[in-house]
């Protein structure tokens, strides 16, 4: 499976499961991974999903503890502030035409 844009693998172990992914290798060769464990898959894949908004948000400069759902409202927010439609908002953001969630109630924000 995709993880942003690294590939990851979750496998059980022990009682539980173990996410790993990989991010390629080091100027000596050294594989580059990241893992971590949980009871479920579901927490093992937030967890990664985690590390890896983590990650990117710290290459964007952005500094860290940046959950993936306030990337996402923080760009609809930045997107709806200058004046972007709300109907490409919803597009960008994988919203469709109908959907009942489009703009949660309030008629600025798109979600």
């Excluded at 580059?32 to 985690?50: E, F, N, P, S, Y």
């Excluded at 959950?67 to 972007?84: A, K, Q, W």
């Excluded at 439609?85 to 109630?105: K, M, N, Q, R």
Aim: glycine share 14%; with cysteine.
């Amino acid at each position: 499976m995709l993880v942003g844009r690294y590939e990851a693998t979750i496998y059980p172990e022990g009682y539980g499961f173990t996410g790993a992914i990989s991010l390629g290798f080091d100027g000596k060769g050294t594989r580059q991974r990241i893992k971590r464990k949980g009871r479920t898959k579901a927490i093992v894949k937030d967890k990664l999903i985690k590390v890896v908004a983590d990650r990117e948000a710290r290459k964007a400069g952005l500094g860290e503890n940046w959950t993936p759902r306030e990337l996402r409202h923080s760009f609809v927010s930045i997107m709806s502030d200058n004046g972007v439609p709300i109907e490409t908002i919803a597009d960008l953001v994988g919203h469709f035409s109908g959907d009942p969630i489009l703009c949660g109630g309030v008629a600025s924000r798109a979600c």
